[in-house]
């Protein structure tokens, strides 16, 4: 097999890139959205003009500083949740197989250029529809978007979680309103849990605390009675394991 040319080959995905984002914008309206965001624990990238939402499942490519004309692999960055990043493990295999340093370092000098030629390769090999460079101060953050997410599948992955004061945007978990960060009253769970587990579509963290699961045992369960005595509310992910730690210590 002929040795692929790193100049060459960046040089095709760029030209690529260009002819996709055109049509990327083009297809979806995207100049008509007034808004955008992203999310990191949802994957989602969404465009928004007050409530009309376009959803966008998207990926974390690197960022490029401009204050030290660096470039950082997401892949090597802890700052970047996994399920944003896992996939640019692709770009980096690639560039094993084909003896591309600079897909296999994960952090040098560079400049913009090259961002752009890291990203459209990054698109090109993951079937991406589009990119976007959000800019936070000094970081240029480059995104690439994989494909569209209908607005009902949407809306059931943001309803999954919450804003929390203490940690951001995390999972939703269900307590009883008994459960607290200082006093130990007790942990019973619907299912055995540990932090950062994958959950099944129809499955939540729930926990309640001794006084509640006495109610629920008299009751034969969860019914109007025993849920009338939990009055359970909603907690993030990160203050459920708390929780579960104050009362159940680390485990
Ligand atoms: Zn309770
Ligand atoms: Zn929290």
Redesign the pocket.
Known sequence: MEALDYNAFAGECVEELKVLQNKFREEYNLSWYENWFYNQSTGLFTFSTDDVELNFKYFQVGSFSKKTNTWKWAWDNDNTLDNVKEITNVAKEFGQKNNFNKLTNAYFESDEIEAWEFTAIAAKLTNGIGTYRPVDEHLQIFLVITELVDSETAQSIKARY?E?????Y?RIAFVCKHLNHSTKVGFEEAFETFGGMELLEDDDFQAWCNKCERVRKKEKGWNDKSMEFAQIKF??????F?MKELNLGYR
Not at 235 to 240: K, S
């Open positions: 919450v929390c004061g203490a940690h951001e995390r907690v993030c992910e990160d203050c459920y708390e």
